[in-house]
C-alpha cells in the first residue's frame, strides 16, 4: 500500500469518535513500516492494548477501523483461521476483533467482528515463500493469489463496518 502520513491515518477512521482518534498511538517503528509490502496497516495500541487499528486503501482513499481486541488472550485460539490471509501454516495467535459500525448503527450500539492474526502479520504471512509443488508449480502466482486474497477479504470487512 502507500505510505501514508500521521496526519492521513488520524483522518481515515470511519467507526471512531474525535477523542478515541486524539488518543490513538501510532505503532512502534512508525517512521520504517515496509509499506510497499503491507496490503494494510494494522497494530495494537502500544498504551491501550485492548484497543487495535487497521487502516487501508479503499476505492483509492484510505480507510482506518477502531478495534476492539478481547479483554484475555483465550490460549489454543493458534488453530483458528484468520479471517483475512487464512493462512493455515502460521504459529501466530488469531483474536476476534470487534469493531462498531460506522455512522448512527455503530452509534445504537451495532458491531461486526472478524479473526484477525493477533500481532497483524497478515501481510507478512502471504508472503511467505511457498515451495514449488505439481499441483502449484509456480510459487510467485501463489503468493500473488495469496495477497489478492487478503486485499478482497480486507476490503469485504470494511464493507461491513460500513454496512454495505
Ligand atoms: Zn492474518
Not at 487495535?52 to 477502531?66: H, R
Request: hydrophobic share 35%.
Amino acid at each position: 500500500m502507500e505510505q501514508l502520513t500521521a496526519p492521513a491515518i488520524r483522518k481515515s477512521f470511519i467507526n471512531a469518535t474525535r477523542s478515541e482518534v486524539a488518543a490513538l498511538n501510532l505503532p512502534a517503528g512508525f517512521a520504517e513500516l515496509d509499506w510497499d509490502n503491507l496490503d494494510y496497516l494494522g497494530w495494537r495500541d502500544p498504551k491501550m492494548p485492548q484497543r487495535g487499528y487497521l487502516v487501508t486503501p479503499l476505492e483509492g482513499k484510505p480507510v482506518g477501523v477502531l478495534l476492539r481486541a478481547p479483554e484475555t488472550s483465550a490460549p489454543g485460539n493458534r488453530r483458528v483461521l484468520c479471517g483475512l490471509c487464512q493462512d493455515v501454516h502460521s504459529e501466530e495467535d488469531v483474536y476476534l476483533y470487534v469493531a462498531r459500525r460506522a455512522g448512527q448503527s455503530g452509534r445504537d450500539g451495532n458491531s461486526v467482528g472478524t479473526l484477525i492474526c493477533a500481532d497483524f502479520v497478515c501481510s507478512a504471512n502471504v508472503r511467505q515463500q511457498v515451495p514449488a509443488t505439481p499441483i502449484h508449480p509456480d510459487p510467485e502466482a501463489v503468493t500473488a493469489e495469496r495477497i489478492a486474497g487478503l486485499r478482497e477479504r480486507t476490503d469485504r470487512f470494511l464493507h461491513r463496518v460500513l454496512g454495505r
